[in-house]
């Protein structure tokens, strides 16, 4: 985008405006998927709950990363 003439504080606003829904929509599907593990009761629940709980916190987080920190590292 910054060949195409936009300085680069506009391409890359564009480039993040442009990826967030694909990004979104990835891990909350994830992260919807593990929500049986988080939730789950009977037999071996505690392994599952730690797990699912693990998976959960990191892909919220790698979630934020990616929303917020990858997007404006070309910033720099």
Sequence with gaps: MEKEGRGL???T????R???RPILM???AFILGVMP?????GAGSGA?????TGVMGGMLTATLLAIFF???SSLL
């Design 9 to 11: 504080i506009e391409a």
């Design 13 to 16: 606003l564009e480039a993040s």
């Design 18 to 20: 442009m990826r967030l």
């Design 26 to 28: 990835t891990s909350l």
């Design 37 to 41: 593990l988080v939730i789950s009761r």
């Design 48 to 52: 599952q709950n730690a797990v699912g």
């Design 70 to 72: 990858v997007q404006y």
